[in-house]
């Protein structure tokens, strides 16, 4: 299976190997050539290498069941919910000849009579009993192609496509525009009829009035604005040794088997790092620490690259080394931590420039016992240049007078301007007196592939330039993509490999910093109606948040979602604490009143997920919603769902866990899905954290990859929740037009009611038909992908959503008690 592509000029070069082949044969072994030869010699080849279809798309000798007893298709092809078959017969087959006229009627007499016209109700007949879109004859030199229900109708406008690839060298480009496995995914039946394919927009975004609506902060949300700068943005957190002694985690989150998703997991360093050495934080054994410790003056070690994945706390990890637990060790050593961070240098500024200014900042800011002042460092950086100053060009003037050292300033200044030369000599001459640790942070932020090859290029070469110890963070897709380039070849380079730590550990820690600030802070938070709640201290909100997402189904919740991206999950928590759709000043009333409270999990779910919107788009939200593939094609529509669910049931043994994307494609492609609509998919879990590549490549045909806890726990447990189903039918297209309508029919009226119990009547009604809809798509499918015990995800999701239904209902009747 290769990448399909629509470029003719790439694939004429298959049809000439095939074009090449056929003029070798005589006209004697073209009317000899059987059915089956044909098939084998020509009209294979033109269906897989020049129109592109897959193994898994083309189906041969298919079972048909028709009035004339069984019969076996010649070739059934399946493009998302287009189905083509084609009855093939042998070369010698008294078909028209070649006509300029590629367009046919199908009334007309060229094409109603003679072998063609039996050939084409012969198809036709299969066509009906395999809900083909379009049927297709050929006898490999004419290609005769029309859209079943024309021929049917027998429509005065019908036509069909005939065409003569061996004779014309148009038409079989015109063959590859109509049949390709490509234009069939991209169009659909459209190019038969010259009209724009109809893009189904059934989404419920669309019919509510207020889809792009945000939803006020909750009223508590002011409030806490001093806890979040302080403990859950980077910025204040990162350059407070005092913070990040009481909440850095020195742990690691490394976990071979989940008991509760009941699924093996694959250790997160990729094969393409495996030779770099774990760091051990303050455990020594290879780390900063003891690169630091075994460091030597005037002497370019290996740069150091510190790796691991995004948002695991590699700047974390660099700023509490070098203000809390490296500290002494920097000082015991008098070494220089220059910290460059390209998070402040945006995409406009050079690299060099910035990294340079950074440098000299250093210098004119150094606080370490060696002064950056003239007589310190400057004079004696500058000795050689002065003294040849003197003895050269300013041999003549006074040696000690005003004029000499003017001119030595105007020198010194000039490279001062300049930047670089400055900066190469001061640091040259402190780097011979004292070890200098320069460390280069974020500098795959931006993801922009020659910025950081550009970093990686300028930091190999300064540490040979001016003798400096040189560590860079980086990710390891970015390590991946860079290591063979010629710039790593060149150097020398120490590779360190950064776990994540338990997102539950630095959680805890961060909420527990949070109360902190707030601790005793005494505020009056306004209600509705001019109604005030008067907190004595404003702390204890954090002990509600501590039990609510540290705990229990909401606990779990905001762990998986996190996976190994310490930021993201920390990005979900601050979402939750601003947003609209949490009660908080609800929360701390009743805890105030003595009463025990807990977040809800839909209020954590819509809080952490939907923020500040009013209504779930994927687009908009760091959630996948698997229950829609975006492949605008009703059999495809569960792809994601499917490919889940495959590597959920492969997680089951640790023999089985790594999954080849080949294997993906085999199956799914039965589906009627090509190679780019799979890898498609594959990349969109990817890209939500739901699986991974082994090597931290980009995905290809080649890569094999596996699933995360993240993963894990959608198809375990997210997609059998309320509030997950709900948030994703609005951002799902239906296709089924009598469920569409009834949809369309509760959204309204749900909408508009406002008895709380009557809407959550209308809501539950709502997602059990979205549920019915998501059943009759997978039991339609499942006729294609026979014997696969991945597909049974609809019963489970329908009985434990029957079941949470259920609780929800018992919960609202404590609060609202009535006889509706």
Same mark, same amino acid.
């Given at each position: 299976?290769?990448?399909?592509?629509?470029?003719?000029?790439?694939?004429?070069?298959n049809?000439?190997?095939?074009?090449?082949?056929?003029?070798?044969?005589?006209?004697?072994?073209?009317?000899?050539?059987s059915?089956?030869?044909?098939?084998?010699?020509i009209?294979d080849?033109i269906?897989?290498?020049?129109?592109?279809?897959?193994?898994?798309?083309?189906?041969?000798?298919?079972?048909?069941?028709?009035?004339?007893?069984?019969?076996?298709?010649?070739?059934?092809?399946?493009?998302?919910?287009?189905?083509?078959?084609?009855?093939?017969?042998?070369?010698?087959?008294s078909?028209?000849?070649?006509?300029?006229k590629n367009k046919?009627?199908?009334?007309?007499?060229?094409?109603?009579?003679?072998?063609i016209?039996?050939?084409?109700?012969?198809?036709?007949?299969?066509?009906?009993?395999?809900?083909?879109?379009?049927?297709?004859?050929?006898?490999?030199?004419?290609w005769?192609?029309?859209?079943?229900?024309?021929?049917?109708?027998?429509?005065e406008?019908?036509?069909?496509?005939?065409?003569f690839?061996?004779?014309?060298?148009?038409?079989?480009?015109k063959?590859?525009y109509?049949?390709?496995?490509?234009?069939?995914?991209?169009?659909?039946?459209?190019?038969?009829?010259?009209?724009?394919?109809?893009?189904?927009?059934n989404?419920?975004?669309t019919?509510?009035?207020?889809?792009e609506?945000r939803?006020?902060?909750?009223?508590?949300?002011?409030f806490?604005?001093?806890?979040?700068?302080g403990?859950?943005?980077?910025?204040?957190?990162?350059?407070?040794?005092?913070?990040?002694?009481?909440?850095?985690?020195?742990?690691?989150?490394?976990?071979?088997?989940?008991?509760?998703?009941?699924?093996?997991?694959?250790d997160?360093?990729?094969?393409?790092?495996?030779?770099?050495?774990?760091?051990?934080?303050?455990?020594?054994?290879?780390?900063i620490?003891?690169?630091?410790?075994?460091?030597?003056?005037?002497?370019?070690?290996?740069?150091?690259?510190?790796?691991?994945?995004v948002?695991?706390?590699?700047?974390?990890?660099?700023?509490?080394?070098?203000?809390?637990y490296?500290?002494?060790i920097?000082?015991?050593?008098?070494?220089?931590?220059?910290?460059?961070?390209?998070?402040?240098?945006?995409?406009?500024?050079?690299?060099?420039?910035?990294?340079?200014?950074?440098?000299?900042?250093?210098?004119?800011?150094?606080?370490?016992?060696?002064?950056?002042?003239?007589?310190s460092?400057i004079?004696?950086?500058?000795?050689?240049?002065?003294?040849?100053?003197?003895?050269?060009?300013?041999?003549?003037?006074?040696?000690?007078?005003?004029?000499?050292?003017?001119?030595?300033?105007?020198?010194?200044?000039?490279?001062?301007?300049q930047?670089?030369?400055?900066?190469?000599?001061?640091?040259?001459?402190?780097?011979?007196?004292?070890?200098?640790?320069?460390?280069?942070?974020?500098?795959?932020?931006?993801?922009?592939?020659?910025?950081?090859?550009?970093?990686?290029?300028?930091?190999?070469?300064?540490?040979k330039?001016?003798?400096?110890?040189?560590?860079?963070?980086?990710?390891?897709?970015t390590?991946?993509?860079?290591?063979?380039?010629?710039?790593?070849?060149a150097?020398?380079?120490?590779?360190?490999?950064?776990?994540?730590?338990?997102?539950?550990?630095?959680?805890?820690?961060?909420?527990?910093?949070?109360?902190k600030?707030?601790?005793?802070?005494?505020?009056?938070?306004p209600f509705?109606?001019?109604?005030?709640?008067?907190?004595?201290?404003?702390?204890?909100f954090?002990?509600?948040?501590?039990?609510?997402?540290?705990?229990?189904?909401?606990?779990?919740?905001v762990?998986?979602?996190?996976?190994?991206?310490?930021r993201?999950?920390l990005?979900?928590?601050?979402?939750?604490?601003?947003?609209?759709?949490?009660?908080?000043d609800?929360?701390?009333?009743?805890?105030?009143?003595?009463?025990?409270?807990?977040?809800?999990?839909?209020?954590?779910?819509?809080?952490?997920?939907?923020?500040?919107?009013?209504?779930?788009?994927?687009?908009?939200?760091?959630?996948?919603?698997?229950f829609?593939?975006?492949?605008?094609? !009703?059999k +495809?529509?569960?792809?994601?769902?499917y =490919?889940? *669910?495959? %590597? /959920?049931?492969?997680?089951?043994? @640790?023999k089985?866990?790594?999954?080849?994307?080949k294997?993906?494609?085999?199956?799914?492609?039965?589906?009627?899905?090509?190679t780019?609509?799979?890898i498609?998919?594959?990349?969109?879990?990817?890209r939500?954290?739901?699986?991974?590549?082994t090597?931290?490549?980009?995905?290809?045909?080649?890569?094999?990859?596996?699933l995360?806890?993240?993963?894990?726990?959608?198809? !375990?447990? +997210?997609?059998?929740?309320?509030?997950? =189903?709900? *948030?994703? %039918? /609005?951002?799902?297209?239906?296709? @089924?037009?009598?469920?569409?309508?009834?949809?369309?029919?509760?959204?309204?009226?749900?909408?508009?009611?406002?008895?709380?119990?009557?809407?959550?009547?209308?809501?539950?009604?709502?997602?059990?038909?979205f549920?019915?809809?998501?059943?009759?798509?997978?039991?339609?499918?499942?006729k294609?992908l026979?014997?696969?015990?991945?597909?049974?995800?609809?019963?489970?999701?329908?009985?434990?959503?029957?079941n949470?239904?259920?609780?929800?209902?018992?919960?609202?009747?404590?609060?609202?008690?009535?006889?509706?």
């Open positions: 299976m290769e990448k399909q592509t629509n470029d003719w000029g790439l694939i004429s070069e049809w000439d190997l095939i074009l090449v082949d056929f003029k070798k044969l005589t006209a004697q072994d073209l009317e000899k050539a059915e089956a030869q044909t098939r084998f010699a009209i080849r269906i897989r290498n020049v129109l592109g279809w897959n193994y898994g798309q083309i189906k041969v000798e298919e079972r048909c069941i028709g009035q004339s007893g069984d019969k076996y298709v010649d070739y059934i092809l399946r493009a998302g919910d287009v189905t083509i078959v084609i009855e093939a017969k042998k070369i010698g087959s078909f028209p000849n070649p006509t300029k046919l009627k199908l009334t007309g007499s060229l094409i109603g009579n003679g072998e016209s039996e050939a084409i109700k012969q198809a036709i007949e299969y066509s009906k009993n395999k809900s083909a879109q379009i049927t297709v004859v050929t006898n490999g030199r004419c005769c192609a029309m859209l079943t229900y024309q021929y049917l109708n027998r429509e406008e019908g036509f069909a496509n005939l065409l690839p061996f004779d014309d060298n148009q038409d079989i480009e063959l590859f109509f049949l390709s496995n490509v234009s069939i995914t991209k169009s659909g039946t459209s190019l038969f009829t010259n009209e724009a394919e109809v893009i189904n927009d989404k419920l975004l019919i509510v009035p207020d889809s609506t939803v006020d902060r909750n009223n508590v949300a002011d806490l604005a001093p806890a979040l700068d403990a859950l943005y980077s910025d204040a957190f990162l350059n407070s040794s005092e913070y990040l002694q009481k909440c850095y985690v020195l742990t690691s989150a490394r976990m071979k088997f989940d008991k509760t998703l009941e699924m093996h997991l694959v997160s360093k990729p094969i393409s790092v495996q030779p770099a050495k774990r760091i051990k934080v303050g455990k020594g054994g290879g780390t620490e003891k690169i630091v410790s075994d460091g030597k003056i005037s002497f370019a070690p290996p740069v150091t690259l510190v790796i691991a994945p948002g695991v706390g590699k700047s974390t990890y660099l700023k509490h080394f070098e203000l809390v490296g500290k002494d920097l000082e015991k050593k008098k070494a220089h931590w220059i910290y460059v961070d390209f998070y402040s240098m945006g995409r406009e500024k050079k690299v060099r420039d910035f990294i340079y200014e950074k440098l000299r900042d250093y210098i004119q800011n150094c606080k370490k016992d060696i002064s950056t002042d003239f007589e460092a004079e004696p950086a500058y000795k050689n240049d002065i003294d040849s100053l003197k003895k050269g060009p300013l041999a003549l003037l006074p040696k000690d007078g005003t004029e000499i050292k003017k001119r030595i300033t105007d020198h010194i200044m000039k490279d001062y301007e930047v670089e030369p400055y900066v190469d000599k001061i640091l040259g001459y402190i780097s011979s007196k004292e070890l200098c640790v320069l460390v280069l942070d974020n500098i795959d932020l931006y993801e922009d592939d020659e910025l950081e090859r550009t970093v990686l290029s300028e930091g190999l070469a300064l540490s330039r001016i003798f400096c110890n040189v560590i860079i963070s980086i990710r390891d897709t390590f991946v993509k860079h290591k063979d380039d010629s710039l790593f070849n150097f020398e380079l120490r590779k360190l490999w950064l776990d994540p730590p338990p997102f539950k550990e630095v959680l805890s820690k961060r909420l527990a910093l949070s109360k600030i707030l601790e005793g802070q005494h505020v009056k938070i509705s109606k001019g109604i005030v709640l008067d907190v004595p201290n404003l702390g204890v954090f002990d509600i948040v501590r039990k609510s997402v540290l705990s229990g189904k909401a606990g779990d919740f762990e998986a979602m996190a996976g190994l991206d310490i993201q999950g990005s979900y928590i601050r979402n939750f604490l601003m947003s609209g759709h949490i009660h908080a609800k929360a701390l009333k009743m805890t105030l009143q003595s009463f025990d409270y807990d977040f809800p999990f839909h209020e954590v779910f819509k809080g952490s997920i939907l923020g500040m919107w009013k209504y779930y788009k994927e687009n908009r939200t760091k959630c996948l919603n698997i829609d593939s975006k492949l605008s094609a !009703k +495809l529509r569960l792809m994601r769902l =490919i889940l *669910a495959f %590597l /959920y049931i492969n997680s089951k043994s @640790d089985t866990v790594e999954v080849e994307v294997t993906c494609l085999d199956i799914f492609s039965k589906l009627g899905a090509n780019d609509q799979i498609s998919v594959i990349n969109d879990l990817k939500y954290n739901l699986l991974k590549s090597d931290a490549k980009p995905i290809t045909i080649d890569s094999v990859v596996y995360t806890r993240t993963g894990g726990y959608y198809y !375990k447990v +997210l997609i059998t929740k309320f509030p997950y =189903i709900e *948030a994703c %039918l /609005y951002d799902t297209t239906i296709d @089924d037009s009598a469920i569409w309508k009834s949809l369309q029919s509760l959204t309204y009226g749900i909408e508009a009611e406002k008895d709380t119990l009557t809407k959550m009547k209308l809501r539950e009604k709502r997602i059990v038909i549920a019915e809809n998501i059943k009759n798509i997978e039991e339609n499918d499942n294609l026979k014997g696969n015990l991945f597909m049974n995800n609809c019963e489970r999701i329908s009985k434990e959503l029957s949470e239904i259920r609780g929800i209902f018992l919960s609202l009747k404590k609060y609202y008690p009535t006889d509706k």
